[in-house]
T-cell receptor, first 114, second 115 residues
Framework: DGGITQSPKYLFRKEGQNVTLSCEQN?????MYWYRQDPGQGLRLIYYSQIVNDFQKGDIAEGYSVSREKKESFPLTVTSAQKNPTAFYLCASRGKGTGANVLTFGAGSRLTVL | AQSVTQPDIHITVSEGASLELRCNYSYGATPYLFWYVQSPGQGLQLLLK??????LVQGIKGFEAEFKRSQSSFNLRKPSVHWSDAAEYFC?????????????FGSGTRLQVQP
């Protein structure tokens, strides 16, 4: 079945370390998104990419970086510059046609800074 | 800029009772509206969506929502809640035009179901 795979499910990081969260989709979707979720704040957009080799900052991009070298993959790096990285991170993709405005989500990755 | 307000942070209902979760949005044009559900530690699953046409939309798991333009609302309803409906519910609005076409989410409503 087609879907979005995020890994790892849980990740622990020491302060000062960079970590990379993986997001892979086999839905043949062009657009991909990264959201951050904190309790009581809903989801906030970090970065998005509408096509391979192109990506744009979202609302809270500081301290994060991404790449989009392949259509299927959109990894997110949480850098040491991110002041409060402990959160739940969700990757999503968007298709075309009748599903053009619907986001499909992965199961998420929980990052904890020790 | 678009925004979504879910005024109820936490709601508790008895199993078998009816449910209504409130959602108000702010957007300059006709919005694309969504309800997603999230179980603890999981991703978001689409319950239903409104793009145009009939303002009462049906979704999965027996949920429905009604778009009311005059009230800028898109409330989610279910006639009889089941224990398995306990989860967090997010309302979202999307832009229909070109651009990033990301969704803007409300802060969520956590539903607890009492036996």
């Amino acid at each position: 079945d087609g879907g979005i795979t995020q890994s790892p499910k849980y990740l622990f990081r020491k302060e000062g370390q960079n970590v990379t969260l993986s997001c892979e989709q086999n839905l043949n979707h062009d657009a991909m998104y990264w959201y951050r979720q904190d309790p009581g704040q809903g989801l906030r957009l970090i970065y998005y990419s509408q096509i391979v080799n192109d990506f744009q900052k979202g609302d809270i991009a500081e301290g994060y970086s991404v790449s989009r070298e392949k259509k299927e993959s959109f990894p997110l790096t949480v850098t040491s510059a991110q002041k409060n990285p402990t959160a739940f991170y969700l990757c999503a993709s968007r298709g075309k046609g009748t599903g053009a405005n619907v986001l499909t989500f992965g199961a998420g990755s929980r990052l904890t800074v020790l | 800029a678009q925004s979504v307000t879910q005024p109820d942070i936490h709601i508790t209902v008895s199993e078998g009772a009816s449910l209504e979760l409130r959602c108000n949005y702010s957007y300059g044009a006709t919005p694309y509206l969504f309800w997603y559900v999230q179980s603890p530690g999981q991703g978001l699953q689409l319950l239903l969506k409104y793009f145009s046409g009939d303002t009462l939309v049906q979704g999965i798991k027996g949920f429905e929502a009604e778009f009311k333009r005059s009230q800028s609302s898109f409330n989610l309803r279910k006639p009889s809640v089941h224990w398995s409906d306990a989860a967090e519910y997010f309302c979202a609005v999307g832009a229909g035009d070109t651009g990033r076409r990301a969704l803007t989410f409300g802060s969520g409503t956590r539903l607890q179901v009492q036996p």
